[in-house]
């Protein structure tokens, strides 16, 4: 089976400085994974996933993640974060097709500090 | 990708009362559907899978017969939330797959029950 870790609950940033949320899987078989967004109130929208080919998969705003196999991580990163950018995060991971249901991490809660 | 809708957004029921929860899939021909529920400041955790045409599969612990789902078309699948308590009360998640990796999710519908 499989299952995801998100090691931090909360990360408080500062705007326009870095942040990295982190996020580890485990899994005996290939997976697929994910990361989403959530807004207050709100339904989960994706941020951006890693299917295949290159480890380094961006977002249209600026995240992005890596996918280590070696140390089964997918960490999310912004170089500069924004007002914005508050919001709760959730990392998934997928073994197969979309007809496979997704395992979430317990999120991480990025509240960027003007 | 897929747009995908729930209907109500919010509900507000008293205890006793069944509420059903819908979710459409508007562009997309979704073969299967997850409903989740979010608990506050929680993860999603998964309630059931639903295959159009088929009996839905539930996780361990969810009772089949309290959470009546319905996935009668590739678009629409019902959630029905019988003789809710307030321990029901949370945020209902629906998502829709169709054989791509990725999964669309709903908007969600927070259910409260007084």
């Known amino acids: 089976a499989q299952s995801v870790t998100q090691l931090d609950s909360q990360v408080p940033v500062f705007e326009e400085a870095p942040v990295e949320l982190r996020c580890n899987y485990s899994?005996?078989?290939?997976?697929?994974l994910f990361w989403y967004v959530q807004y207050p109130n709100q339904g989960l929208q994706l941020l951006l996933k890693y299917l295949s080919g290159s480890t380094l998969v961006e977002s249209i705003n600026g995240f992005e993640a890596e996918f280590n196999k070696s140390q089964t991580s997918f960490h999310l990163r912004k170089p500069s974060v924004h007002i914005s950018d508050t919001a709760e995060y959730f990392c998934a991971v997928s073994k197969g097709s979309g007809n496979t249901p997704l395992v979430f991490g317990k999120g991480t809660r990025l509240s960027v500090i003007a | 990708g897929a747009v995908v809708s729930q209907h109500p957004s919010r509900v507000i029921c008293k205890s006793g009362t069944s509420v059903k929860i819908e979710c459409r899939s508007l562009?997309?021909?979704?073969?299967?559907m997850f409903w989740y529920r979010q608990f506050p400041k929680q993860s999603l955790m998964l309630m059931a899978t639903s295959n159009e045409g088929s009996k839905a599969t539930y996780e361990q612990g969810v009772e089949k017969d309290k959470f009546l789902i319905n996935h009668a078309s590739l678009t629409l699948s019902t959630l029905t939330v019988t003789s809710a308590h307030p321990e029901d009360s949370s945020f209902y998640i629906c998502s829709v797959a169709g054989g791509t990796v990725e999964q669309f999710f709903g908007p969600g519908t927070r259910l409260t029950v007084l």
């Open positions: 899994s005996s078989v290939s997976v697929y």
């Open positions: 562009d997309f021909q979704a073969t299967t």
